[in-house]
């Protein structure tokens, strides 16, 4: 078994393909970072654009580099969702003209579903294991139980934790992405120097906030002033990545009480995303899980930011259980994994 996998629903383009016994023959990823970065943020219309100059040179790089032709495929895959939806479109649209003229399936992917089986590619984790998904896009909590099976245990109410992040940086003015700065920055900040708010911390449930905490960023820097000295910015970021994390592992606390409880069968916390680089999170994560008697898994840094390996891997496992798709599939801007959890309307796609 061999899949053809295609990734554009955020500012990665990205082409892979993956075997069916999990070895990785090629995986190109063209990150869109330097031309968002003017602007601190993702720039939707930029980056579809970006994707339709890109895909079709990356995905004759990835065919190449794994020594391939289209008639070895067993299936194209493509993340039909969520996501920017030009972008979304793109990788699509792209994955079923391959599928028409090779008459190889299509399978369209939820980008959620790459993440949360990355794991198997990587650790061939079993399943039910407890998913924490933080990135740029996406803070949630899941069950995973199966393909196709996901019990969504918490989401964002409002900002995705990178996306935090990202806007603390911004504010902060360390660069784009603001992940990896605002973790620089804080290696030399004091934690304890400003109180900010730890989002639903002690709170029920797993869903996740931080906006608040955001807000809390912006005005303490407002106060700092112009005369603000790199001491300050360096405080202000570790006090921010302290506060960030610290509401995390309330949250996450939480969802391994009730997942060591209801699924007796789970041993993994499998942690997705980009913000899963950040040491400071991976550090308290340890902890937290060596209490439990649960193992946490973390795969490689480029398998965990978005890549297209993730969904020629999603697309193998759907593809072994028949999971096809029709070539008039719709790409989906909103696509929550579990269908049956509550909507958070703020959110957006980031539900
Ligand atoms: O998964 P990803 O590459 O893209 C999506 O958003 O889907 O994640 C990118 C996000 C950005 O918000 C970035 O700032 C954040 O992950 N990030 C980090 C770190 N590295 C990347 N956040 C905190 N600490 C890091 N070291
Ligand atoms: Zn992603």
Known sequence: MMVLGLESSCDETAAAVVTGAGEILSNVVLSQTEAHAPFGGVVPEIAAR?????MD????????????????????????????IGGVLVGLMTAKAIAAVTEIPLIG???????????RLTDK????????????????????EGVGAYRRLGTT???????AFDKTAKMLDLGFPGGPAVEKAAEKGN???????RPLKGREGCNFSFSGLKTAVRRTREKLGASATAEDIADLAASFQKAAVESLMDRVSHALDLFVDEYPAGTSLVVAGGVAANQ???????????????????????????????????????????????????????????????PAPFAGYKA
């Not at 970006?50 to 890109?54: I, K, R, S, Y």
Request: charged share 20%; glycine share 8%; aromatic share 4%.
């Open 125 to 144: 984790v079993a399943f039910p294991y407890l998913l924490l998904l933080v990135s740029g896009g996406h803070s949630q909590l899941l069950v995973v």
């Open 157 to 163: 109410i409002d900002d995705a934790v990178g996306e």
């Open 191 to 197: 934690p304890d120097r400003f109180d900010l708010p």
């Open 280 to 342: 400071y999170l991976k550090g308290q994560l340890e902890n937290l899980v060596a209490l439990r008697g649960v193992r946490l898994i973390v795969p490689p840094r480029h398998l965990c930011t978005d890549n297209g390996a993730m969904i020629a891997w999603a697309g193998i496992e759907r593809l072994r259980l028949g999971l096809t798709d029709p070539l008039d599939l719709a790409a989906r801007a909103r696509w929550p994994l579990d269908p049956t959890a509550a």
């Open 109 to 119: 992917v939820n980008h959620l579903e790459g993440h949360a089986l990355t794991a």
């Open 50 to 54: 970006a994707h339709v100059t890109h």
């Open 57 to 84: 040179r990356l995905v004759d790089q990835a065919m190449k580099r794994a020594d391939v032709r289209y008639d070895d495929l067993s299936a194209v895959a493509a993340t039909a969702g969520p996501g920017l």
